[in-house]
């Protein structure tokens, strides 16, 4: 997202994905072959409409009334999730010229992207007042509010905003964004679900978080910096799987699950992982300058850690306590009964990636 700031006027850019196009206005979304053009066309002037009732902006309490006024169509029809729409808008500002401007962004938050997991639709957002070369750069997330100085005015927000470091802010908004990223979905929370109720020392928990921890950060970098990607078809599938498998393995073959088998499984899943959590970055890093994109990647990448933690710690913490309270008999059924429901939920998870990858398209 682009927004210029003038005295009277506030010029914004969006770019919107033909994927996401698809999904607000409920056409298929699996081939730009699959759509009509007069079905394509209808959808993106309804589209205009979705895009400024889903992009608030304000000044204070008062919410600014924006104007669709051009749509720049991309040079050539890709794959959905790489075929990008341009909407400008505009919204006049008042005298005299606000200090801020506050944004939320609510796009495609009535929709589900997979089950238990919500859309998250990020922006990256370039702002800056006309007649000035340099343009600072924020996060916006999804229903999370941004507070973006226009330079119109001395303000104590703007002052704010100058001393500030942009790295560091970047920083903390990448942080938040990759442990909301884990916080919200369900199938990487199952996964390391499924590794931590096995172990049965914190050594043995640490070894084998440290290898998923390193295979996902591996193919994260590799995949945001572009030498190594899978598409969504593969990723998906093989990530509900990954939950299906471990919970089977410490069902069937507990012994199993507590030997340096695990390590690789944990290892080799994580590669995958790491590709699916990359898809909760890419697009939100799109514009950051370079080293932009070394301070988005490791902040979310704690982030990611971060979230991680919150889960593994106090779970690891109960199944100790489990340890002194309950015998060996009940901590067997524990595991079993645990075990079970997460591989229901896995399977669950598995049909849904399979019938969104393969028979939507």
């Known amino acids: 997202m682009w927004i210029q700031f003038e005295p009277s006027l506030m010029r914004v850019a969006v770019n919107v994905s033909l994927k996401e196009i698809c999904v607000a206005q ?164 199952l996964f390391i679900s499924a ?17 998923f921890t390193f295979a996902h950060t591996l193919t994260l970098a590799l995949c945001v910096f572009g030498i190594f990607r899978l598409p969504a078809f593969i990723v998906e599938p093989v990530i509900a799987l990954s939950i299906v498998f471990v919970a089977l393995e410490n069902l069937l073959w507990p012994a199993r699950a507590r030997s340096r088998i695990r390590l690789a499984v944990a290892f080799g899943f994580g590669l995958i992982h790491g590709l699916g959590f990359a898809g909760g970055l890419l697009d939100a890093m799109a514009g950051l300058p370079a080293i932009g994109t070394w301070i988005a990647l490791g902040a979310f990448s704690l982030g990611v850690e971060a979230g991680h933690q919150l889960v593994v710690l106090p779970l690891f913490g109960l199944l100790a306590l489990s340890r002194y309270k309950m015998s060996d008999q009940g901590r067997a059924a524990l595991l079993r009964y645990s075990a079970s429901a997460i591989s229901v939920c896995g399977a669950y998870y598995l049909f849904v990636a399979v019938h969104e990858q393969f028979f939507t398209r």
């Not at 081939?31 to 992009?55: C, D, F, M």
């Not at 509010?145 to 002052?159: D, K």
């Not at 590794?195 to 290898?211: C, D, G, Q």
């Open 195 to 211: 590794l931590v109720i096995a172990t049965r020392t914190f050594w043995a928990m640490v070894k084998v978080i440290a290898a």
């Open 26 to 189: 409920n056409l298929p979304a699996g081939s730009t072959t699959n759509l009509e053009p007069a079905i394509l066309n209808r959808a993106l002037e309804q589209h205009g409409e979705y895009v400024l009732k889903h992009l608030t902006f304000s000044v204070g309490p008062n919410i600014l009334a924006g104007t669709g006024i051009k749509l720049t169509y991309p040079p050539a029809l890709a794959e959905p999730e790489e075929t990008f729409y341009q909407f400008e808008l505009e919204y006049p500002l008042s005298r005299p010229p606000p200090g801020e401007v506050t944004i939320i962004n609510e796009m495609l938050k009535e929709h589900s992207y997979a089950a238990g997991t919500a859309w998250d639709v990020s922006y990256v957002v370039r702002a800056k007042r006309a007649g000035d070369e340099a343009a600072t750069t924020w996060l916006l997330g999804c229903q999370k509010p941004a507070i973006i100085p226009t330079g119109l005015e001395i303000s104590a927000r703007l002052s704010e905003a100058v001393a500030q470091p942009q790295s560091w802010r970047t920083f903390c908004e990448f942080f938040w964004h990759g442990g909301r990223h884990i916080l919200t979905g369900w199938d990487h929370l």
